[in-house]
């Protein structure tokens, strides 16, 4: 490299905004997740807005990210779908527009650090600023995140369970409609029109959901055949529900 190539490098690396991620999240996207490589630039934008804003979570609607990234819209919603089913995101959907009711508010992204993930970090070099030891630092750490993250998304076999349990009422027939209507509240709490931070808890989305459907105005969740064309109740869930 020449002098005027090292110094145009300099330059461009004190002034230009980049995006810095840690080697072991790098090998554990590529190594370890069966993600498209959109699917790991959404991820790696995320994250970058993310550590921005100094809290691993971020506003940004899937326009921006299709203009940013010069990828398809169709692609940013795999892609969106695909880091959930990673477990590497939670997405919080935030309902309607104040100023438009037929438009979505953009959705909240948080990043979620994995088991998985952690043992890639345990594993890596370390900067050597930490006075303790950098491994027993990340079990504390993890096991923090570990905390927060257990409300973060609710469990689907659960939602199910707990919605089928009040459409019995005591009875002991779970027929093939209720455990249909169960898998469309899980998918609604999950990802659609029902959020728990709408409606402030599970229970509360559940009992909002059974109260639509007694009275006749409960119908499939929007986009749940679009987004999530095979999705169904979970398996054996007459074991749990009795």
Request: aromatic share 10%; proline share 4%.
């Amino acid at each position: 490299m020449t002098t005027r190539e090292a110094q145009i490098a300099q330059f461009i690396d004190r002034h230009y905004e980049y995006r810095n991620t840690p080697i072991a999240l790098e090998n554990y996207l590529y190594n370890e997740t069966k993600l498209s490589s959109s699917a790991i630039r959404v991820f790696l934008e995320y994250w970058r807005l993310g550590k921005m804003e100094g809290s691993w979570q971020c506003n940004i609607s899937a326009e921006s990210l299709q203009e940013r990234l010069q990828i398809s819209r169709s692609s940013v919603e795999r892609a969106n779908r695909a880091l959930v089913d990673a477990s590497l995101v939670h997405r919080v959907n935030n309902g309607k527009s104040s100023l438009d009711p037929f438009r979505q508010r953009v959705s909240t992204t948080k990043i979620l650090f994995p088991k998985k993930l952690l043992q890639y970090v345990a594993r890596e070099r370390y900067r050597g600023d930490l006075k303790s030891d950098p491994k027993k630092d990340l079990l504390s750490f993890a096991k923090s995140l570990a905390d927060e993250q257990s409300v973060a998304p609710p469990d689907k076999r659960l939602i199910e369970i707990k919605t089928a349990r009040r459409m019995l009422n005591g009875e002991r027939d779970l027929s093939p409609d209720i455990k249909r209507f169960a898998a469309q509240v899980s998918w609604s709490i999950l990802y659609g029109d029902m959020p728990v931070e709408a409606y402030g808890s599970v229970d509360k989305a559940i009992n909002a959901a059974i109260s639509l459907i007694r009275n006749g105005r409960w119908t499939e969740p929007r986009g749940m055949k679009d987004h999530h064309q095979n999705w169904s109740y979970s398996p054996n869930l007459e074991v749990d529900v009795f």
